[in-house]
């Protein structure tokens, strides 16, 4: 037994502080994520109308009730469809999410389509493609609920053309994988869109509701001056009866929802299996987790009293203790999973880098999945720490991090500023899963940093043209500079990149790791030979 004993004080001035500002950042999130959601269902009083359900009332019938789902990237897009905070909509114009559908863990993606018809808002593209890649590399079954109006043309960007090809790529690769696509087309899947149905292993569509085809009538008739309703051209009872794309005819949502539900059912599937080992929880208490990370990211922070709070019995085996202190790292469990954790609690230095190094390659030869948490301002610099090798040692880090033959998880808790940010395996180095707590920053630097880097180097090209800068100018510089890097560092413009798969309340850790692990080691589990499965569309 190796458990960490707390220091944390919830009664001193210190936490209360941190509390108050993580639930500010929990609350901004939640406030956001809830007007998408009215958003969509603004649309409800017309959707219900015509015989339909909204979106999310989609995704909810077609997942497992009471079963855990991770909804992903819900800050896609923030600011970027209007560049106004009151009155942006973030999400992408798609739902998705890891969940059980009929017993089966299963990537689900569905259009938005109570927002602009489910036309792919800015950043959709990116989560599509995100949420697809995720599904490849955990071996998931896709489900996806079609309702889309396709690309908006109003926002059309000849890169999201040739980039959007992907979607449709990665749809064959997750056939050619043996990961069924299960689609839904619960209204219009049209002209390069119609290929998210048709790339699909089983298609369900709904009588008087779906409608696929390459060219709709009045494009039809401009180009061939044929004349034909939308229902002729690629209604459901069409493409169902006389020209076979469509697999199962539907009466309604419901009826196509419970479809694809028994087609999951009815899949020669593993269904996963409760971990029979015992685990008993954290010996302190979640809400903890509210005040021990401090909102300015120069503050230190004693990332051992994180870890106590979301792993089994708080135990936590350090290794390499006294070597590279400022390094953390150590073997734990959640939910009886094996895990080994790699953390900060400031810059990486030579012996931290090498331990972690050293970590990281026997956890990938015991098969035990990594979890990097965050909290560094980056590896050290200055003459001491070049003559020692920061660099050489550094690059290694970045090697083992690269070359890891486990799944790696990675939460940015704090500071991810940097080469630090590669050394812990940011999104750049394709984490298994990459999530951040609402007061994370990342950046190459500081904006402070970066400004008082710029302003050095201006004044002494100034200097040697003979014409010092005036103070003003360079004061102006120097704000200006802080504030594009203050403005891109924080979660909020992060994952509006989906430069992370969604940001979670640090109280959910717990729950949100047990899951991905479970992810993982099913996906593990599954051998070249059983992934066999693939369909051939007649």
Partial sequence: MAVIESTIVPSSAAFKVNRDGMLALITRLRVLEDRTRAASAAAKDRFHKRGQLLPRERVALVLDPGAPFIELSTLAGYMFDVPDAEKSVPGGGVIAGIGFVA????????????????????????????????????????????????????????????RGGNIFRNLARLSAAGLPVVTVTHGSSTAGGAYQTGLSDYIVMVRGRTRAFLAGPPLLKAATGEIATE??????????????????????????????????????????????????????????????????????????????????DSDFTEFGANYGPATVCGHARIEGQAIGIITNNGPLDVPGAN??????????????????????????????????????????????????????????????????????????????????????????????????????????????????????????????????????????????RVLDDGVIDPRDTRSVLSEVLAICREAEARTPQRMQFSVARP
């Avoid at 009872?237 to 076979?244: A, D, F, L, V």
């Avoid at 971990?275 to 509210?290: C, N, Q």
């Avoid at 401090?294 to 979301?310: C, E, L, S, T, Y």
Wanted: hydrophobic share 40%.
């Fill in 355 to 496: 331990k972690a190094t050293h970590f990281i390659q026997a956890c990938c030869q015991s098969r035990t999945p990594l979890l990097y948490m965050n909290n560094t301002t980056g590896y050290m610099v200055g003459k001491a720490y070049e003559e020692a090798g920061m660099i050489k040692h550094g690059s290694k880090m970045i090697q083992a991090v690269t070359s890891a033959t486990v799944p790696q998880i990675t939460i940015y808790c704090g500071a991810s500023f940097g080469a630090g940010n590669y050394g812990m395996c940011g999104r750049g180095f394709h984490p298994r899963f990459c999530f951040s707590w609402p007061n994370a920053k990342t950046a190459v630097m500081g904006g402070e940093q970066a400004a008082e880097t710029m302003a050095i180097v201006t004044e002494a090209a100034a200097a040697r043209r003979g014409k010092p800068i005036e103070k003003e100018k360079l004061d102006a510089m120097k704000a200006q500079i802080t504030g594009v890097f203050d403005s891109q560092m924080d979660v909020f413009s992060t994952s509006a």
């Fill in 103 to 162: 017993g089966i863990r299963c990537m689900v993606s569905a259009n938005d389509s109570g927002i602009d018809a489910g036309a792919l808002q800015p950043f959709g593209l990116d989560k599509t493609l995100r949420v697809q890649e995720l599904a490849l590399e955990n071996k998931l079954p896709y489900v996806q609920l079609v309702e889309s109006a396709g690309a908006n043309l109003l926002r059309y960007r000849v890169e999201d053309f040739i």
């Fill in 231 to 312: 229902e002729e051209l690629g209604g459901a009872e069409m493409h169902t009866s006389i020209s076979g794309l469509g697999d199962y005819l539907a009466e309604d949502d419901r009826d196509a929802l419970r479809i694809a539900r028994d087609i999951m059912a009815n899949l020669e599937w593993d269904r996963p299996k409760a971990a029979a080992e015992s685990f008993k929880p954290p010996r302190y208490d979640a809400e903890e987790l509210l005040g021990i990370m401090p909102m300015d990211h120069k503050r230190p922070v004693d990332m051992r009293q994180a870890i106590a709070r979301f792993v089994d």
